[in-house]
């Protein structure tokens, strides 16, 4: 079955630090992945896709089949990016399957 | 509307009672998915359509869980015989097209927040 897996709940950092949110991934077929954030009182949005290969607010993600991860990467973290952040997977039935999710906390 | 609109924003309701949750999408999305939220868990997997009919509700828990999208729009989550376990936030999402397709991106709703008692 597919499944997505966030290993951490938690993860802080100080200002300027460098992030790395982990995502693994299970799927027999070709993934589609995708990285969401929640901001406090705000609802859910996309933050990037891997097909797209973009960076985004200064997040980059890179898909490796081999190790079945989707790994989202900040090389310097700003306090504005302190949110939930979730993996998911898109199947073959068009459905998106999310992680438990990560909560980044970024302090001055 | 601008986005996503979740009606209520917040239901409390007593154990055995029927509850209906409303979503209105983004005008012209074909998709539109109803997701399940429990504390400290990622959003679940309910059911989705693809215009009217729905394509994929294999994520309904039991038959106590039921969504319709009459006119392809509007869609209603109703659940029966309410739960204790039934208590979470309930979020529904639109798309353009289905993942499949070149956007692929959900639009969220701020989602309603089930509580039985």
């Known amino acids: 079955a597919q499944r997505v897996t966030q290993p951490e709940k938690l993860l802080s950092v100080f200002k300027g630090a460098p992030v790395e949110l982990k995502c693994n991934y299970s799927?027999?077929?070709?993934?589609?992945l995708f990285w969401y954030v929640q901001y406090s009182r705000q609802r859910l949005q996309l933050l990037l896709r891997?097909?797209s290969r973009e960076s985004i607010k200064g997040f980059t993600a890179d898909l490796n089949k081999g190790e079945t991860s989707f790994h989202l990467k900040k090389p310097f973290a700003q306090e504005e990016d302190s949110a939930m952040y979730y993996c998911?997977?898109?199947?073959?039935?068009?459905?998106?399957?999310f992680g438990t999710g990560t909560r980044l906390q970024v302090f001055p | 509307g601008a986005g996503v609109s979740q009606t209520p924003s917040n239901k409390v309701t007593e154990k055995g009672k029927y509850v209906e949750l409303r979503c209105d999408p983004i005008?012209?999305?074909?998709?539109l998915y109803w997701y399940r939220q429990s504390l400290g868990q990622g959003p679940e997997f309910l059911i989705y359509?693809?215009?009217?009919?729905?394509?994929?509700d294999s994520g309904l828990p039991n038959d106590r869980f039921f969504a319709v999208r009459p006119e392809g729009s509007v869609s209603t989550l109703k659940i029966q015989r309410t739960e204790r376990g039934d208590s979470a936030v309930y979020l529904c999402?639109?798309?353009?097209?289905?993942?499949?397709?070149?956007?692929?991106?959900?639009?969220f709703g701020e989602g309603s927040r089930l509580t039985v008692l």
């Open positions: 891997h097909i």
């Open positions: 799927y027999s077929g070709s993934p589609e």
């Open positions: 999402a639109s798309s353009h097209s289905i993942m499949g397709g070149d956007t692929g991106e959900l639009f």
């Open positions: 005008s012209g999305h074909t998709a």
């Open positions: 998911a997977l898109s199947d073959d039935t068009d459905k998106l399957i």
């Open positions: 359509f693809q215009g009217t009919g729905a394509a994929d």
